[in-house]
């Protein structure tokens, strides 16, 4: 049989974290592993009531197929939503993806012929990795220091014939490292310079529980870029309703791309979450979702600060969902999971996000998911097992 499968099959494996998830699924085991936002935030009552009334009010068409370019109601709101952020959005250059992973599909089958060489941040979003790999580029990777890209590296790579440059300028998943103002202005004046289409990931820009907020890389960039953004981390993933912002010519062919994928998101889901977002103020609950996000960070650096031994180094995100450890050269994040998972408590090894096979030494953490209690007891746990395993 396997010699049906197209050969571009053979180079993409599953999601290493969707596997992990399955093993760390157990309510036994403490889990930092997953991307997962904290569920006791859901607005559930609300959707409930939004939900309602869209069957009442509008009925048969929210259960009707669509237009692909999106409700042009919730097009209204996310582009309300970016002028209160600073940018000026046309609801018309606003794309409804399936999820801001859909938007990373549809980029990689209108972009990438094999051989391409796409730019990405190491280490790097897995899910576009993933998308990415099956239309075969050539990974080139630049390294993530604490303020952004490397920029000598981003240079040569853009120098030597890149096509695009994909990154998480906000709370990168999965360092948690964000870019100063000056990367990104320098990011998107490269991108100009040698005509590397830039495409901005930021489903996590809106979670900043410290510091202040900075303007998108796209905003600087004077050539066409894209932008993609999502409800999944300030609304519910369960909806899988993200966008795109781009312009004209490449909204045209994300369109086509998405017509094949899809013809379009949800109509059933679009309804609802636009009802809800008339109808609720969705900018307080981010207040909250940061407000918990950020107590729940504080905490786990501080247990981490208390549990761990002081030569593991970790980021201390301004927001977002995950921060990223770093053990000492030579000590292999994976046995530590094997063990970790022996003492009840998860994480994602750090090698799978980096295409070069390093970062053998890390891994990610996430603090979303967690309340205090299991927090403390998960990286006391985790501590003891890098205590011994380092010893
Ligand atoms: N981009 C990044 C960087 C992510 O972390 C995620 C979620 N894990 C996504 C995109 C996809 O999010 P969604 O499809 O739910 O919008």
């Known amino acids: 049989m396997s010699e049906k499968f197209a050969r571009r099959m053979g180079t993409v494996h599953r999601s290493f974290i969707r596997e992990i998830l399955k093993v760390t699924a157990h309510s036994e085991i403490i889990s930092f592993a997953g991307g997962l936002p904290n569920p006791e935030l859901f607005p559930v009552a609300a959707m409930d009531t939004a939900s309602h009334e869209v069957f009442s009010k509008i009925g048969s068409s929210a259960l009707q197929y669509s237009t692909t370019e999106g409700d042009a109601g919730l097009r209204a709101i996310i582009s309300q939503r970016y002028a209160k952020r600073g940018l000026t959005v046309d609801p018309d250059s606003i794309l409804v ?12 089958k209108v972009f990438l012929d094999k051989g391409d060489k796409v730019v990405i941040e190491s280490p790097g979003y897995l899910g576009a990795i993933q998308a990415f790999s099956l239309f075969e580029p050539e990974f080139v990777t630049v390294s993530l220091e604490d303020d952004g890209p490397n920029l000598e590296e981003l240079e040569a790579a853009f120098k030597a014939g890149a096509k695009c440059f994909y990154a998480v300028p906000n709370f990168q998943n999965p360092s948690g490292i964000s870019y100063s ?28 529980f410290m510091g202040e907020d900075l303007p998108t890389v796209y905003s600087f960039c004077k050539k066409p870029g894209i932008l993609c953004g999502s409800f999944s981390k300030i609304a519910a993933p369960g909806f899988r309703i993200g966008w795109v912002v781009t312009e ?10 998405k017509q094949a ?20 103020d969705i900018e307080s609950h981010v207040e909250l979702i940061k407000e918990r996000y950020g107590r729940q960070r504080e905490y786990m650096v501080e247990m981490i600060q208390k549990y761990f031994p002081s ?41 799978p996000f980096y295409v070069d096979g390093s970062g053998e030494n890390t891994f990610r953490l996430n603090f979303s998911n967690s309340d205090e209690t299991r927090i403390k007891e998960g990286i006391k746990r985790l501590g003891q097992c890098i205590d011994s395993f380092l010893k």
């Open 261 to 280: 994928s899809d013809l379009h998101t949800s109509t059933v889901a679009q309804s609802i979450l636009r009802r809800y977002l008339e109808t609720n």
């Open 181 to 208: 103002l000056e990367k990104r202005q320098a990011v998107a004046a490269l991108t100009d310079k040698y005509g590397v289409l830039f495409v901005e990931d930021d489903p996590y820009g809106e979670l900043r």
């Open 311 to 351: 030569d593991v180094k970790i980021t201390k995100p301004e927001g977002g969902m995950f921060l990223w450890a770093t053990m000492p050269e030579g000590f292999s994040s994976m046995d530590l999971f094997d063990m970790a998972i022996e003492h009840k408590v998860a994480f994602v090894p750090g090698r």
């Open 97 to 108: 993806t399936t999820g801001s992973q859909q938007v990373l599909d549809i980029c990689a």
């Open 248 to 257: 004209k010519t490449i909204y045209d062919k994300l369109v086509i791309a």
